[in-house]
Structures are given as C-alpha cells and as structure tokens.
C-alpha cells in the first residue's frame, strides 16, 4: 500500500502587512483636527448618557471617528499607496483586473477613548474588495485588530490546538500587535474586530475599504 500522500494548499487567505513609518508623523498632524472634531461630536452623546445613568462617564468606552477623508490633499500619500498596492494585491490573488479600476468607498481616522473599555464588534465590509488599516498610534499596552477565518464552515467542526501560539490551517483567528507606521491590506471579506482598550496609551488608526468597478467598454 502507498504510504506516500502529496501535500497541496487551496483556498489560501491571504494578509499583506507593511510598515510606513515615514508618514506618521505627517497623517497624526493632519487628522488632528478630524479627531477633535468628533470628539466634540461626541460631547452631546456622552452628556446624554451621562444624563440617563446618573453618572459621569463621558467618552469612556467612546471611538471617536471622523468624517470622510478620501481626496483630501493632506492624506493623498497614504491613499495613493494604498490605491497602488491594493490593485497589486487583487492581480496577485489572481483577479483579471484588466477591464476593473479600484475606486475608494470609505476613508476615516478614529481614535479610542483615553477612558479606556473602546472597541468594536466583529464585522466585515459588505461590497468592498479590499479593506485595511493605516496605525497612527498604538503600541503592545493598546487595543489591537483580530482577524478572524472566513471559512466559517471550519468552525463547525473545531477542535483543540496542539501549541495555540503557532499558527497553522487549524488556527481560527490572527492578533496583529501593530505599531505606529504598520500598514495592513486584506480582502474585504475577512471578518475583524478590535479587542477593548484598556486606555493606557493613545490608540488611533485610518481605516479604508476599495472596490473593484467595470470600466465602461470605450475606456
């Protein structure tokens, strides 16, 4: 009987991290504004919660989350590269994207409360191809992404992991511990969430989402 079994890989997921540390400083002085513009957006929810349980919580567990950034001048570096390496990423997952551009459906700063106890739901982007995170602040003490497994039959069937540290096909999901500068692409459809922040350090990042659009016949 042939002992031999050949070893082959399909349905990959893939995750594409890289680090720009040289925009940091100008992205943090440029969202500056935006952050403190929804943190005083945020004054009136927080009074009004405040109000209703009787204490005084103010932006605690809060995001604040700006409005949108796309085309602005003072973020055309990032969203250029962006544009560029996510039209890379879909040729490279093995899209014909000779008849599709990428165009951006969403572009935000937000920052977690320094209260501490932000966070978000697991979710994904619906309608998009490629979505991302740009960090402006964090560090090991702040909160972090969590990508989860999109094969979501998998989880019927889990088991227990030999070394829950390794990561392997069996594992369900990635902690990424990103630093000021770590950029980070992925298809749109990886579910992702935000473990709660304890509000020790500053935690503030750029988020995105790109879709792949038709060209029309002439162009």
Same mark, same amino acid.
């Given at each position: 009987?042939?002992?031999?079994?050949?070893?082959?890989?399909?349905?990959?997921?893939?995750?594409?991290?890289?680090e720009l540390p040289e925009l940091v +400083?100008? !992205?943090?002085?440029?969202? $500056?504004?935006?952050?403190?513009?929804?943190?005083?957006?945020? #004054?009136?929810?927080?009074? $009004?919660?405040?109000? @209703?349980?009787?204490?005084?919580?103010?932006? =605690?567990?809060?995001?604040?989350?700006?409005?949108?950034?796309?085309?602005?001048? $003072?973020?055309?570096?990032?969203?250029? /590269?962006?544009?560029?390496?996510? =039209?890379?990423?879909?040729?490279?997952? *093995?899209?014909?994207?000779?008849?599709?551009?990428?165009?951006?459906?969403?572009?935000?700063?937000?920052?977690?409360?320094? #209260?501490?106890?932000?966070?978000?739901?697991?979710?994904?982007? /619906?309608?998009? %191809?490629?979505? *991302?995170?740009? =960090?402006?602040?964090?560090?090991? !003490?702040?909160? %972090?992404? &969590? !990508?989860?497994?999109?094969?979501?039959? #998998?989880?019927?069937?889990? !088991?227990?992991?030999?070394?829950?540290? +390794?990561?392997?096909?069996?594992?369900? @999901?990635?902690?990424? #511990?990103?630093?000021?500068?770590?950029? &980070?692409?992925?298809?749109? /459809?990886?579910? %992702?969430? =935000?473990?709660?922040?304890?509000?020790?350090?500053?935690?503030?990042?750029? %988020?995105?989402?790109?879709?792949?659009?038709?060209?029309?016949?002439?162009?």
């Amino acid at each position: 009987m042939n002992e031999n079994i050949n070893f082959e890989t399909y349905f990959q997921t893939p995750v594409y991290v890289t680090e720009l540390p040289e925009l940091v +400083d100008a !992205l943090n002085k440029a969202s $500056e504004p935006h952050i403190k513009h929804a943190r005083e957006r945020n #004054k009136m929810l927080s009074k $009004e919660r405040d109000k @209703s349980l009787g204490k005084r919580l103010g932006d =605690f567990g809060m995001s604040h989350h700006s409005g949108p950034l796309v085309g602005l001048p $003072e973020f055309a570096d990032i969203q250029g /590269y962006v544009e560029r390496r996510s =039209f890379e990423i879909m040729d490279h997952m *093995g899209y014909d994207m000779s008849k599709y551009f990428l165009t951006w459906t969403e572009m935000w700063v937000q920052e977690f409360s320094h #209260k501490g106890a932000a966070y978000h739901n697991a979710h994904i982007h /619906y309608d998009n %191809h490629i979505s *991302g995170f740009f =960090f402006l602040k964090s560090s090991e !003490l702040t909160s %972090h992404p &969590i !990508l989860k497994d999109p094969r979501v039959a #998998k989880m019927m069937s889990m !088991l227990p992991l030999k070394n829950p540290n +390794d990561i392997t096909m069996g594992t369900g @999901s990635i902690h990424y #511990k990103p630093k000021p500068g770590t950029l &980070i692409l992925f298809p749109a /459809y990886i579910e %992702h969430e =935000f473990t709660v922040d304890l509000g020790l350090e500053p935690f503030r990042f750029i %988020h995105f989402n790109l879709q792949a659009v038709r060209k029309r016949e002439n162009e």
